[in-house]
């Protein structure tokens, strides 16, 4: 259950200019926009034997002292990235202690201009939130700390496994979260939504493990050099790990995926085919690209950016996602050149800011969409290893989401599955809810910290019940 979750690709024709050798070091301020929300980050860079060291802040998530794998300054250009979260950034200094350029994460681009903080101003200290659904302990069931080895991958998961109280055997789930790098609880903006949803199927005598994704606080491996079918792969070294533990009916083990983690379920009962059951929580039921563009107009749409900007940004967007997918990764890189080429062409001379953001962009744009894990994802077909499962399953969305559109996605599902003959199906829009199974007004991503609740009651009570319904 990302946040992280299936960001947008929105290209921006902006821009700078510098005229010094500027001094990067000290901390610099800058605001992200994604998806209708402000996410304030700061970079704190000092000098090192090699040139610049840096770490980042994320008050809004809570998030401190992040560090930055790399860190080069040339000239009047920065760079930076934190390789595990597939984040890097690229921009120039401009007259004025200010830096203009782009943020991007895991193939998706967000223009971010940086500004020098002031002198003893610093960065807010976190604030704890504990939120109302939010598990205490002593846990009425046993929770221990385990290992999963991936002997294919040559990595070790750290993951926790509940067990219910009683002897058992008990039907048992793997957690798979949705985009991004996450640690077992998948938190996001002081919600635990698997702690929650782990907490809750364990209480009603449902087995349950989750582990913090490869390369991720506890667990070995590259985040960032994986695509989903690699992610595939951990679940199903999870599920291994399920059918030789004690305690456990390994004819009732299944995969539980959120977001890309529900396109990823489908892959993993590829892997294992004994699988017993897959709930898929807002999983994806059409072409990723076709994803992406119903995503970007529900966004729009619920932040209410002008119908223009949208068209413009959805035009944009469908060429360079086909490119991507049809294309060669030359060819493609070839055609995306040519349109910031014709872009910088429609720029005035005089428009020496524009012309400079936009030259940043397009190196960053170029680099982004050679991302192993986003060429992956933006060329992906759900149908086809959605119609191999033959287990029962079961498909839930929020009818508000905007990330993951109800509609179309559950109908998608709906049909691959019919088409390979599975009869075991229950697919549900569940009203009032959004992208996170919170109750919400809008569905808007602004949204999602704003909400208490961390897990719909009704939703957890449906998932729950459903599986220890079945034979």
């Known amino acids: 259950m990302k946040s992280r979750f299936l960001f947008l690709v929105l290209i921006g024709l902006y821009a700078s200019n510098a005229y010094a050798q500027p001094a990067f ?27 610049y060291e840096g770490k980042f802040d994320s008050p809004k998530q809570n998030a401190f002292g992040i560090p930055i794998t790399t860190v080069q300054a040339q000239s009047d250009t920065l760079r930076f990235t934190v390789a595990d979260a597939r984040i890097s950034y690229q921009g120039i200094w401009v007259v004025g202690d200010s830096v203009v350029g782009t943020f991007t994460q895991a193939g998706r681009g967000f223009v971010m201009n940086l500004h020098r903080q002031a002198a003893g101003k610093g960065t807010a200290a976190p604030v704890a939130v504990v939120r109302s ?15 999963i080895k991936n002997k294919s991958a040559k990595i070790t998961l750290a993951a926790t496994l509940s067990m219910p109280a009683g002897k058992g055997p008990f039907p048992a789930a793997v957690l798979i979260s949705g985009s991004g790098p996450q640690n077992r609880n998948s938190e996001i903006f002081d919600h635990q939504p ?38 595939a792969t951990d679940a199903a070294a999870a599920y291994d790990f399920l059918a030789k533990t004690k305690g456990i009916d390994a004819r009732k083990i299944g995969f539980i995926g959120h977001s890309e983690g529900g396109m990823i379920a489908p892959l993993a009962y590829g892997l294992r085919p004994d699988a017993g059951f897959l709930v898929l929580l807002a999983g994806v039921g059409i072409p990723v690209n076709e994803l992406l563009l119903e995503q970007l107009q529900a966004v729009g749409s619920t932040e209410r950016l002008p119908q223009a900007t949208l068209d413009s940004q959805l035009l944009i967007n469908k060429s360079i996602f086909g490119w991507l997918k049809q294309l060669p990764v030359a060819q493609a890189n070839d055609s995306i050149q040519a349109l910031f080429t014709n872009a910088l062409k429609k720029l005035s001379l005089g428009d020496v800011e524009g012309r400079q953001q936009l030259e940043s962009q397009q190196a960053s744009a170029l680099n982004t969409f050679t991302d192993p894990w986003f060429l992956y994802f933006i060329k992906y ?16 969305n929020g009818e508000k989401d905007v990330q993951v559109i109800a509609q179309s996605n559950l109908a998608g599902i709906q049909a691959a599955l019919q088409q390979g003959g599975n009869k075991e199906v229950q697919v549900e829009a569940l009203a009032g809810l959004n992208h996170l199974f919170q109750p919400s007004k809008t569905g808007a991503v602004s949204e999602y910290a704003e909400i208490d609740i961390t897990f719909d009651a009704g939703a957890l009570h449906k998932i729950s019940s459903w599986i220890l319904k079945l034979k």
């Open 25 to 51: 070091e000290g901390s610099w301020e800058g605001v992200l926009n994604v998806q209708g929300m402000q996410l304030p980050l700061v970079v704190h860079l000092s000098k090192s034997k090699d040139g």
């Open 194 to 231: 698997f702690l929650v949803l782990a907490d809750y199927l364990t209480r009603q005598g449902i087995a349950v493990l989750r582990y913090d994704d490869r390369g991720v606080a506890g667990s070995t491996g590259a985040f960032s050099k994986a695509t989903s079918a690699d992610f």
């Open 133 to 147: 659904q939010s598990p205490a302990k002593p846990y009425p069931y046993l929770s221990k700390d385990v290992t």
């Open 381 to 396: 077909e759900p149908a086809p290893a959605i119609a191999k499962v033959k287990c029962p399953v079961l498909a839930l």
